[in-house]
């Protein structure tokens, strides 16, 4: 369990430099589609500690996947609902999102879509990766037979 938790803090930190360098991207792009004309202080402030806490739960949640008694199932579900509830803040505390049960639907679709889009590419490349070192095992013993 100790082991796990300094994983986490330690990916953490690794991640949470990431924040403002995504938080600087946001605000370009918003900037640059005439979305935002200029910040104050306290939006840069709280864009800054958002997505560095952000970056940082992100980074250190990955740390279920090591976790041997942890079916996959369920390490993959609190993986999500841990992201979703990270990101839905971020983006209702920077006014990213408005509040409101519309707005929020939305972004929950779009959330699941995209979860499910990227851990279908991560199940196809695996399985891809682990019939071809499976076939070249067969290769191996096969020769090693002869």
């Given at each position: ?22 938080l ?16 104050d ?10 997505l560095s ?8 949640i ?9 079916p ?5 579900l609190i993986?999500g ?22 707005p ?5 679709v ?8 990227i851990?279908a ?15 070249k ?10």
């Open positions: 369990m100790k082991k796990n938790v300094m994983e986490f803090i330690c990916r953490g930190l690794i991640a949470c430099g990431f924040g403002p360098i995504v600087a991207i946001v605000y370009l792009i918003l900037y640059n589609c005439d979305v935002i004309e200029t910040l202080v306290n939006q840069v402030c709280t864009g800054i500690f958002s806490a952000l970056a940082f739960v992100a980074g250190g990955n740390v279920l996947y090591q976790i041997e008694r942890l996959l199932i369920l390490a993959i993986h609902v841990v992201l979703y509830i990270g990101y839905l803040c971020t983006y209702l505390l920077n006014d990213w999102l408005a509040f409101g049960i519309k929020i639907l939305i972004f929950t779009i959330f699941i879509v995209g979860y499910f889009i851990w590419i991560i199940y196809t490349a695996t399985k891809r990766n682990t019939a071809q070192l499976n076939e095992l067969k290769k191996s013993q096969q020769g090693s037979e002869m």
